[in-house]
């Protein structure tokens, strides 16, 4: 069963700082991995997506790396602001039409002053 | 752009009455679209997928004759909740994929999601 696992579940952290977010996956085949933004009563929005061959992509303050041999990937925020404050979700997809995507549960990121 | 809109944003309605969810792409058509159900603190649940010109395709567990969808056009597909109950209280959440060869890996465009609240 494809599965996607996020680390940690919620996280806690002051304005400036860095942090980053885990995501482990069972997914296969293994076309592509992205990674979301959701801020509380809105859709999700792309930060970066990456294919099979590349194992970094940045988006501004957002990084996110990609190991397919371990099956992992993360995303860091550097310098966290308020508005950094969101659910994050880690996505993969099994076939390159873009159609099976399985979702992890998510990382509720709070950002405080 | 890639833009996709749904309206309304929030809807209330009483239980056993139907609701219609509209979502829209407004600046690429988009041949197929997908339907999400959002319960709080979780994660996204593909309920549909929503191909122009044909039937939806259903997730297992997800009842077609609760759920109509219709994609009558590649810039609109619609949502109808039918007889509408507490438990169908969700966030509904459509998406939009830009479909063509140079548009892999095909990112799903998201609305912004629809709120219901059946009382």
């Known amino acids: 069963k494809n599965q996607v696992e996020q680390s940690p579940q919620s996280l806690i952290i002051l304005e400036g700082k860095n942090c980053t977010l885990q995501?482990?996956?069972?997914?296969?085949?293994?076309?592509?991995l992205r990674w979301y933004k959701q801020d509380t009563g809105r859709g999700p929005v792309s930060l970066t997506i990456?294919?099979?061959?590349?194992n970094t992509k940045s988006n501004g303050r957002y990084t996110a790396t990609l190991d397919a041999d371990t099956k992992q990937s993360s995303l860091h925020i550097t310098a966290s602001q308020l508005s950094d404050s969101a659910s994050y979700i880690c996505v993969v997809s099994a076939d390159n039409a873009g159609n099976m995507l399985t979702f992890g549960g998510g990382t509720r990121l709070m950002v405080k002053p | 752009g890639a833009v996709v809109s749904q309206h309304p944003s929030r809807v209330i309605c009483k239980s056993g009455t139907s609701v219609k969810i509209e979502c829209r792409s407004l600046?690429?058509?988009?041949?197929?679209m997908f339907w999400y159900r959002q319960f709080p603190k979780q994660s996204l649940m593909l309920m549909a997928t929503s191909n122009e010109g044909s039937k939806a395709t259903y997730e297992q567990g997800v009842e077609k004759d609760k759920f109509l969808i219709n994609h009558a056009s590649l810039t609109l597909s619609t949502l109808t909740v039918t007889s509408a109950h507490p438990e169908d209280s969700s966030f509904y959440i459509c998406?939009?994929?830009?479909?063509?060869?140079?548009?892999?890996?095909?990112?799903?465009?998201f609305g912004p999601g629809t709120r219901l609240t059946v009382t």
């Open positions: 995501c482990n996956y069972t997914v296969s085949p293994f076309s592509n």
């Open positions: 600046d690429f058509q988009a041949t197929t």
């Open positions: 990456m294919t099979f061959s590349e």
């Open positions: 998406s939009a994929k830009v479909t063509g060869v140079a548009a892999f890996p095909y990112e799903q465009y």
